[in-house]
């Protein structure tokens, strides 16, 4: 298993831990798998909710553009990406 893959199971299980997804297992979630609207159904506020948990989690900033974000929230593989790129920044 590639390091990239244990962090994306990782966030998968935060997404449905963090949003108390009910119905979805970690399993269940692709890693491309779009995360808002016709992919998973996350709306604004369930972004909002797993952006605090990323932050505090990982202790990594979130980019202050919009629509950089819309690019790192689009599925579980850039989010992963974007939360590797902000580790290996903070350990430089």
Avoid: C
């Amino acid at each position: 298993m590639e390091p990239s893959d244990s962090l994306e199971n990782e966030l998968k299980q935060l997404i449905v831990t963090t949003l108390r997804l009910e119905d979805i297992h970690a399993q269940d979630i692709d890693s491309e798998q779009p995360l808002f609207n016709e992919g998973l159904g996350l709306d604004s506020i369930d972004g909002l909710e797993l952006g605090i948990a990323i932050s505090k989690i990982y202790k990594i900033e979130l980019s202050h553009d919009p629509e950089e974000n819309k690019h790192y929230f689009a599925n579980v593989r850039n989010l992963g990406s974007f939360i590797s790129q902000r580790m290996i920044a903070k350990q430089e």
